[in-house]
């Protein structure tokens, strides 16, 4: 099949841990790289965002990525791209016009608005992964929240114009119901995960009483470092990595690491806490397999990847009990859910597992053997590539009741502010 994927903002050859730079970016380039390998001639179009990236280039996982020139030639924040989306999609429309792919993968709503606006003259069926939802970041940071106004309006046409949704947790099948979308084509795939890269290690002699602690992912509040740095004052002979962010030397000048330094000042552990910055995949593998557990406690999750790569390392994790992470960690037998926001909770749940090696050694055991049984890339890419062949064969007029919603998600792709 000839694949489209669309990525406006998240490009899949970006380096991961910066603010802009996350889990979106690491899915569309693993889910290329394992679509390809299928077979599938897949092509990735995103912003140009530096004057240095050429118009085409080939990704080292054999799928093609294509830079559009889409607003300014420089990095901008993506709740401040909708004013471009109209050049994105007549570049997509001319592009297809000219070579039509089988079908359209959207990744977030943006990218949703774009695709079904350049593919509908074309009768190319669009699958739309949102990967994160306007309602649900709405629900958590209220004023704080930076989207455009209309964003949930756009989310619900978009997603009841698509030919099919991808959920990638049950949490978010029920969030999309809520939204007016139908049941019936919505199809749950989850996130993958390297599990060669991700692999364990021979446990680490440790003293009892001793535990080292890792959160990973972006240096933005809503991933709950602050919460393990809180957790951390209450479990004493714990130490904690905290990796992710720009690169070491610039931490200084990151305001929320300024504000973990402090935090962990404050509260008397600042010699218990490491910051590491952006680390490689390599490196973000190695920093996994020698942890004892992982603390991966946001406020809300859409999934959760950092928590996959740690079952996949055979790390224990403890989780905050929403979004994605209800579904990949099960309580009890891959590690442990605590609510979230709540660092007495995770800090007893800490104490716990650092007086009990044998639990921790059995949690690890089974996360990996989930791992690998529910949640490597080429599984996830067969699933996906079913949901593909499904909407190809069935054609683009999958829902003729809501040809209200397909005019207003092209509407706003013409005339996006």
């Known amino acids: 099949m000839r694949i489209a994927m669309v990525s406006e903002h998240a490009s899949p050859l970006a380096a991961l841990g910066e603010a802009e730079c996350g889990g979106q970016n690491l899915h569309v380039a693993e889910l290329a790289a394992a679509l390809a390998d299928r077979g599938h001639q897949v092509t990735v179009y995103t912003r140009q965002d530096d004057p240095g990236q050429p118009g085409h280039v080939m990704a080292p996982g054999g799928y093609r990525v294509v830079h559009v020139p889409a607003g300014p030639v420089a990095p901008v924040p993506r709740d401040e791209l909708m004013p471009h989306l109209p050049a994105f999609t007549a570049f997509l429309g001319r592009r297809w016009q000219y070579r039509r792919p089988d079908v359209v993968h959207a990744h977030f709503w943006m990218s949703g608005v774009v695709s079904q606006r350049a593919a509908a003259p074309l009768g190319v069926p669009v699958v739309l ?124 000048q990151d305001p929320e ?98 007086g009990d090696p044998v639990k921790l050694r059995q949690y690890g055991i089974a996360a990996r053997e989930r791992a690998v049984a529910r949640y490597p890339w080429p599984q996830v890419a067969e699933l996906t590539e079913r949901v593909y062949r499904r909407v190809a064969a069935a054609g683009s007029t999958h ?8 005019r207003d998600a092209a509407v706003a792709a013409g005339g996006a502010r």
């Open 399 to 406: 829902n003729p009741g809501r040809g209200d919603d397909a």
């Open 129 to 252: 992964t949102y990967h994160a939802l306007g309602v649900v970041k709405r629900r958590h940071q209220g004023a704080a929240d930076t989207s455009p106004a209309r964003r949930v309006e756009l989310e619900r046409a978009i997603g009841r114009a698509a030919a099919a949704v991808v959920a990638t947790c049950g949490d978010e099948v029920g969030e999309l119901v809520r939204l007016g979308l139908s049941r019936e084509r919505l199809h749950v795939v989850p996130c993958g995960v390297d599990c060669a890269r991700f692999r364990p290690a021979p446990p680490p002699d440790r003293r009892p009483g001793t535990l080292q602690v890792l959160s990973a992912g972006r240096l933005v509040p809503r991933k709950g470092h602050d919460v393990a740095i809180h957790a951390l004052a209450g479990v004493p002979g714990a130490r904690l990595t905290i990796v992710g962010g720009p690169p070491a030397d610039q931490l200084g």
């Open 257 to 354: 690491a300024r504000r973990l330094h402090r935090l962990a000042r404050d509260l008397g552990v600042e010699r218990r806490v490491r910051f590491t910055g952006q680390a490689s995949r390599d490196a973000m593998a190695s920093h996994l397999r020698s942890a004892d557990v992982v603390a991966c406690v946001p406020r809300y999750e859409p999934f959760g990847l950092v928590a996959l790569e740690a079952m996949a390392s055979g790390t224990p994790v403890l989780a905050s009990a929403v979004g994605g992470l209800l579904d990949t960690v099960v309580h009890r037998v891959t590690g442990e859910h605590v609510p979230p926001g709540q660092p007495e909770a995770l800090a007893a749940a800490l104490r716990r597992l650092a």
